[in-house]
């Protein structure tokens, strides 16, 4: 459904507008998410959701459908929730794509999720076990990237001269 018949029909009565969010969804997906079935008795909240989620994942424009979904699937991995990545897989599996990509896509986001967990991690260790400077190595590695130069428009953005163009 388009932007524009969307608002028209938000003048004149956003009950009537839940429906047709809903018929559309259902005929992009096969189905309707859970979550917007639960929050379609809600107009003040499912409206404004539903119109952003559409802009983020069916309006975009570099990026073709297929690999909207295998990004949903990373990331429904990455976040663990079994709900949204068993949803994306069928969606995926639907519209045609291969169980080879669902599956790189599964295991990008897993690789993703363990590369946050162990930054995170190891920072926290690194913190409670400084050098003999009392400095750990992500204190000293952000020191070296510091410039000293006082004029640099790139460390001194404050101090900086914006170029009119």
Known sequence: MELEDIVEILKNDPQKVIPKLLDDVREQYGEVPYIM????DLPEIFIPKTLYDNSIMREVKNLDQDTVELISIGVASALRCEHCLKMHVRIAKRRGISKEKIFSAIM???SLSNAAVLAESTRALASEFPDENGK?????NEEKEQCDDPDCEVCNIAGAHIKQT
């Open 108 to 110: 990008i986001g897993a």
């Open 37 to 40: 079935n639960f929050m379609k």
């Open 136 to 140: 750990n190595k992500e204190e000293k």
